[in-house]
């Protein structure tokens, strides 16, 4: 993903509308880019303090995109173990598969 991309796809990500891969791609290059994560600090204090100020409440706004950021972290981890999981699946109904072939195949 180029800074372009990561961009566009800055208030996909502060609205939680990334997922899987795009998610992924988007978290590892924000962490790879000093000025795309410039970019989405600038956008998340515009979009949440404007709606905290009219709310009136107290914050710690850099804070929250860290967690946001984990949170994103958390999500492409549990991503990732589900992949993981479905492959072994994968190769455990094959291994089945095979291991019942070569049964009949005795027989
Ligand atoms: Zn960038």
Not at 43 to 57: D, K, T
Not at 94 to 101: C, M, N
């Amino acid at each position: 993903m180029d800074c372009k991309d990561a961009e566009k796809k800055i208030p996909y990500f502060l609205r939680d509308e990334l997922d899987g891969n795009r998610l992924e791609e988007f978290v590892e290059h924000i962490e790879n880019c000093s000025e795309c994560r410039e970019e989405l600090s600038i956008q998340f204090l515009v979009s949440e303090g404007l709606e905290r100020l009219e709310g009136g409440s107290n914050f710690n706004l850099q804070r929250e995109l860290l967690t946001k950021m984990e949170s994103a972290q958390r999500r492409i981890n549990i991503h990732r173990t589900l992949w993981y999981v479905l492959i072994c699946l994968e190769a455990a109904v094959v291994s089945a598969i095979i291991i019942s072939l070569c049964i009949l195949l005795r027989m």
